[in-house]
């Protein structure tokens, strides 16, 4: 069995998400005493008490799922799970970083409040946002994006499920000609228009930190959003993860390149489901034969130690 590690984004945040975990684990704690130091709040006070809009915030979202995911990386760990290969998605691609051991945990905390930040600041409140396109092939979202402007393609998810970015007008003219046409598309729960042009600020902004960040070649197969293929110098994975603000994440192209190296079992951590079922689109389409299993609170974490460890 070939595992891959997989680190969700932004999406499927809930008020309540893992803290079960939290109140399990010593490692999930330890995570949290850091991030309360380094930040001076307590994301287990904001995923407890704040409404699902709070929660959707982009500094709400982000620094509380990447304490989720290294609370429930470190966890793994200490089950001695092992793994060949590690993926993020967007804001999961700095916790895949750690996983691989390239970073440490403390250095990836103080980064993401930074990439938050920047990111909300990179665009005026309510001005930019994104959708999701169901059953279209590439070429032709490229092409509608492009007779509607303002809005690009952002995510290339798994095979008819790709999301664009751009203005709240623009993401609105696009919702309204999907309907005319009958296409399947939603707006997404992102208050910002991420991996879009928009998003140049914030990569202008990240680039000095993310350039002085401790960082050791991967001691696994990291996969990069940017290009959708395995990087392992240290210079090309600071140019992605920044790149990555305004350039499409290749998730369809990342998830082929692992099908066609054999891995076969995907394990997703974050508070859904929703890259592992990218991960079974992608390989019914290649006639591919995998597992997946979501690690998503407790009662998961647990099985996942009896099912791989």
């Known amino acids: ?37 380094l930040w001076g709040n ?32 470190q966890i793994l760990q200490k089950m001695r799970i092992s793994y060949q290969a590690a993926i993020g998605f967007s804001l999961g691609e700095w916790a895949a970083l750690v996983a691989v051991g390239s970073v440490s945990k403390e250095d ?3 980064m993401i409040p930074q990439r938050a ?24 979202v490229q092409k509608l994006c492009q007779e509607i402007g303002e809005v690009a393609p952002s995510n290339y998810n798994c095979p008819g499920n790709i999301s664009v970015a751009g203005t709240s007008k623009g993401i609105d003219r696009l919702l309204q000609e999907a309907e005319k046409r009958g296409i399947p598309a939603k707006r997404i729960a992102i208050t910002v228009p991420s991996h879009s042009m928009l998003m140049e600020p914030a990569e202008k902004e990240l680039w000095p930190s993310v350039e002085g960040l401790p960082m050791i070649p991967p001691n696994a197969e990291f ?3 940017v290009s959708g293929k395995a990087v392992c110098k240290v210079n090309e994975i600071r140019k992605n993860l920044v790149a990555q603000l305004t350039h499409p994440v ?17 394990l997703e951590v974050g508070p859904g489901k929703t890259l592992s079922g990218f991960v079974k689109r992608t390989a019914k389409a290649m006639g591919k034969t995998v597992s997946t299993f979501s690690i998503n609170n407790f009662c998961t974490l647990q099985e996942a130690q009896n099912l791989l460890s």
């Open 1 to 37: 069995m070939k595992t891959v590690l997989m680190f969700s984004g932004q999406g499927d945040q809930y008020p309540g998400m893992f803290l079960d975990v939290f109140d399990s684990y010593k490692e999930a704690e330890d995570i949290l005493r850091t991030a309360k130091e």
């Open 250 to 266: 290749l998730f369809r192209q990342s998830l082929e390149l692992l099908l066609e190296q054999e891995y076969d079992m995907f």
């Open 223 to 225: 996969i990069m959003n």
């Open 117 to 140: 930040n920047a990111m909300e600041r990179a665009t005026p409140s309510d001005s930019g946002g994104m959708a999701v396109l169901l059953g279209q092939k590439d070429v032709f």
């Open 108 to 110: 990836v905390l103080k």
């Open 42 to 73: 307590d994301p287990y006070k904001i995923i407890m008490n704040s409404s699902q809009e709070i929660l959707n915030k982009t500094e709400n979202t982000q620094t509380c799922l990447i304490v989720c995911q290294l609370a429930v990386l």
